[in-house]
């Protein structure tokens, strides 16, 4: 069965620094993509950054980026320079090929502080 | 430029009760989601659709009902209401699966008392 994991219930942040959520997933799948999901107060779904696994280069969408390692099945958000307007949920998301489902971790809650 | 639009936004139920929530999508998707989120948790697939006239369960579809007449609405039936059932629940819609972008809805607040 796939699954994804993120094993960070909560994490923090000051304001300008870098932070890392991680996520492991599990999945018998050669080509896939990763999605991270925002959340905040709003309960919102915003997405943040996909990457494809069957490219070696990690995907950058401005101050998000992601260290994609497919072998050890860790796609973990690295967020530079970190603003208030961050403080959110953060999901991972996996959608299988095989089941039509995405299936999302748990959440990690981000807080920043200035 | 709507996207998906869920309605109500907000509802509360007595115990029993039913209702529909809403959604629609203006975006041509053939897959549309519908997920719940219990307070400080991730999100759990209710029930799915890959296209007009085709439904599947998701994780948890017990006490839900779906039905997808035309590619654009995909409404969720909640039948005798109970208060496990108080939730966010989260509308979605997708060109496909693998690397298409789901796009989501606002949110439905539901409390069921």
């Known amino acids: 069965a796939q699954t994804v994991t993120q094993s960070q219930p909560e994490m923090s942040v000051q304001e300008a620094e870098t932070v890392t959520l991680s996520c492991t997933y599990d999945t018998s799948e050669s080509d896939y993509y990763l999605f991270w999901y925002k959340q905040p107060p709003s309960r919102q779904m915003i997405l943040v950054i996909r990457q494809e696994a069957y490219k070696q280069q990690n995907a950058t969408e401005n101050r998000f980026s992601v260290n994609f390692q497919k072998a050890a099945k860790s796609f973990s958000l690295k967020i530079s320079d970190s603003q208030l307007g961050d403080a959110a949920m953060y999901f991972c998301a996996f959608p299988s090929y095989n089941t039509d489902k995405l299936i999302f971790g748990t959440g990690t809650r981000l807080q920043v502080f200035p | 430029n709507a996207g998906v639009t869920q309605t109500p936004k907000f509802r509360i139920l007595k115990i029993g009760q039913s209702m529909t929530l809403q959604c629609a999508q203006d975006?041509?998707?053939?897959?549309m989601y519908w997920y719940r989120q219990d307070p400080g948790m991730g999100l759990k697939l209710i029930y799915y659709?890959?296209?007009?006239?085709?439904?599947d369960k998701g994780e948890v579809p017990n006490g839900y009902n779906v039905s997808r007449s035309t590619t654009e609405d995909f409404p969720l039936r909640l039948e005798l209401a109970a208060p496990s059932q108080t939730s966010v629940y989260f509308c979605?819609?997708?060109?496909?699966?693998?690397?298409?972008?789901?796009?989501f809805g606002e949110g439905s607040w539901l409390t069921v008392v």
């Open positions: 979605a819609s997708s060109y496909g699966t693998a690397g298409n972008t789901i796009y």
């Open positions: 659709s890959v296209g007009a006239g085709i439904t």
């Open positions: 975006m041509n998707h053939n897959y």
